[in-house]
């Protein structure tokens, strides 16, 4: 019988005659596929947990796999080394190893969100895949993605001011993740806003910029917030 998800088990672990005839009977090719039995001795207890803790993965443990997430997978269309059902699936195992030989891959998810609408068991696969692609970089194993390092760029302003502006998130966003600052597109983005919005709108934007000004009595507010989301991570993560 056909193996499904082939590409999941070590080429070294299959076997398959491709000429092969017992008591007259033609079994060659998939008919004859065998996959020699594997001793799992390097799993994580705890690695369940761990990915409960960040946000999006504290219902991976409901997973039935039933394989729709994967089947309905923006991803997966594309890709089908990209499964959200099998990170899933070594995840509840704890097979840490199985999840760091694909991190290059974990992070492509584009939050789609169709696996989340289909699950029946409310796992939130999406979140499950962030939860994982945080795991990562927390770990040091992968580089920060830039939706990481967009994501602390707009706390970054919002502990300072109160406030982001939306000129300054992109400009700090394109130096931190080492991209030019003027794109095609956002040349024809000025462009567009100079020649059709309100002059005192387009010289509030800019000065709002230049001067960085913050949420009326913001004061030690920041602090406040820095502190609390500090305290809740180390909670959560220890
Ligand atoms: S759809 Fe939900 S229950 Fe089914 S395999 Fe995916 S995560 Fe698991
Ligand atoms: S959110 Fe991610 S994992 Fe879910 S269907 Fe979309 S691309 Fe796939």
């Given at each position: 019988?056909a193996?499904?998800?082939k590409?999941?088990?070590?080429?070294?672990?299959?076997?398959?005659?491709?000429?092969?005839?017992?008591?007259g009977?033609?079994?060659?090719?998939?008919?004859?596929?065998?996959?020699?039995?594997?001793?799992?001795?390097?799993?994580?207890?705890?690695?369940?947990?761990?990915?409960?803790k960040?946000?999006?993965?504290?219902?991976?443990?409901r997973?039935?796999?039933?394989?729709?997430?994967?089947?309905?997978?923006?991803?997966?269309?594309?890709?089908t080394?990209?499964?959200p059902?099998y990170?899933?699936?070594?995840?509840?195992?704890?097979?840490?190893?199985?999840i760091?030989r694909d991190k290059?891959?974990?992070w492509?998810?584009?939050?789609?969100?169709?696996?989340?609408?289909?699950?029946?068991?409310?796992?939130?696969?999406?979140?499950?895949m962030?939860?994982?692609?945080?795991?990562?970089?927390?770990?040091?194993?992968?580089d920060?993605?830039?939706?990481?390092?967009?994501?602390?760029?707009?706390?970054e302003?919002?502990?300072?001011?109160?406030?982001i502006?939306?000129?300054?998130?992109?400009?700090?966003?394109f130096?931190?993740?080492?991209?030019?600052?003027?794109?095609?597109?956002?040349?024809?983005?000025i462009?567009?806003?100079?020649?059709y919005?309100?002059?005192?709108?387009?010289m509030?934007?800019?000065?709002?910029?230049?001067?960085?000004?913050?949420?009326?009595?913001?004061?030690?507010?920041?602090?406040?917030?820095?502190?609390?989301?500090?305290?809740?991570?180390?909670a959560?993560?220890?």
């Open positions: 019988m193996i499904h998800e590409t999941l088990i070590e080429p070294e672990r299959i076997l398959q005659h491709d000429k092969l005839v017992v008591d009977v033609d079994v060659s090719g998939h008919w004859n596929t065998m996959i020699t039995p594997r001793t799992v001795v390097d799993y994580d207890d705890d690695f369940e947990a761990t990915i409960q960040y946000t999006g993965g504290e219902n991976v443990h997973c039935w796999q039933c394989g729709s997430c994967t089947n309905s997978c923006t991803m997966y269309a594309q890709n080394d990209f499964n059902r990170w899933i699936y070594v995840t509840r195992l704890g097979l840490k190893d199985e760091i290059e891959i974990i492509q998810c584009v939050s789609c969100n169709k696996c989340t609408n289909i699950c029946p068991k409310d796992v939130r696969p999406e979140g499950v962030k939860a994982l692609a945080h795991w990562l970089e927390e770990e040091g194993i992968t920060k993605t830039p939706s990481t390092i967009f994501d602390e760029e707009f706390t302003q919002i502990y300072a001011r109160g406030r502006e939306d000129g300054d998130v992109m400009k700090n966003f130096k931190k993740t080492g991209q030019p600052l003027m794109q095609p597109w956002l040349v024809e983005m462009k567009r806003m100079v020649r919005m309100p002059v005192a709108h387009l509030r934007m800019g000065t709002n910029t230049v001067f960085k000004p913050r949420t009326k009595s913001w004061g030690r507010t920041g602090e406040v917030l820095q502190e609390y989301v500090r305290e809740q991570k180390e959560a993560h220890g």
